[in-house]
């Protein structure tokens, strides 16, 4: 099942320019992971941040926590035509089965 | 109506046991995949079928064998269960190029 809400559902931007997306859930949670799928392939994982942290950075990925709010933001800078790709948080649940949930995803294109 | 349905949610097994994991969508996608989740969490994608035919097959033991019936079905079956598949696994299907639908996962225990 996937509980979560990614926004904008699809985002096309100039290569360069920076795509921020955004997701949101609904229950408390240990941790966020955020996945890119490219065409036809499976997902990778691109970043975790806990809920104790705000913010994290990994190359040109931004990725904060905002766990008042319930939600996170994904900000990748000076984006490249490799960046077109589909892109899912996940998150967990405080449940014991360990389980993580999918939101539906935002689908980026990355335009030359 | 369910669009990516797993089961069991739940398996609980003996080591050296052989085990099966069915996934069903209805969603008419001619891609299914099936990932593993592994001890921190991060997914990692282990087999993916386009209309019944292998695509991915990444590093995973050959105990490991799924079987896709039809396109709307791709099973995993897993022989000689070993403690380190203990983990939940997830399938998934898409149109080719779209994004992917999940299943509630699948969470394997082998004592």
């Known amino acids: 099942s996937q509980q979560g809400e990614e926004d904008p559902q699809a985002l096309s931007i100039q290569e360069g320019e920076n795509a921020t997306m955004n997701c949101s859930y609904k229950t408390s949670i240990n941790n966020l992971q955020w996945y890119r799928q490219n065409s036809g392939r499976g997902l990778v994982h691109l970043i975790l941040i806990r809920s104790n942290e705000r913010e994290k950075h990994s190359g040109r990925l931004r990725v904060t926590l905002d766990t008042s709010k319930k939600s996170s933001s994904l900000l990748i800078t000076a984006s490249r035509a490799a960046d077109t790709a589909s892109y899912f948080c996940?998150?967990?649940?405080?449940?014991?089965?360990?389980?993580?949930?999918f939101g539906k995803g935002t689908r980026l294109h990355i335009l030359p | 109506d369910t669009a990516v349905s797993q089961t069991p949610k739940y398996l609980v097994t003996q080591m050296g046991n052989d085990k099966s994991i069915k996934c069903e969508q209805n969603?008419?996608?001619?891609?299914m995949y099936w990932y593993k989740q592994d001890s921190k969490k991060f997914l990692k994608i282990m087999f993916s079928y386009n209309n019944k035919e292998l695509i991915i097959n990444e590093t995973v033991p050959n105990r490991f064998s799924p079987k896709s019936p039809d396109k709307a079905h791709l099973n995993l079956h897993i022989n000689s269960l070993e403690l380190g598949d203990s983990a939940v696994y997830f399938c998934?299907?898409?149109?080719?190029?779209?994004?992917?639908?999940f299943g509630p996962g699948t969470r394997l225990t082998v004592l």
């Open positions: 969603l008419g996608h001619d891609t």
């Open positions: 998934a299907s898409s149109l080719p190029g779209n994004t992917q639908y």
């Open positions: 996940a998150t967990d649940t405080l449940n014991r089965d360990d389980k993580i949930i």
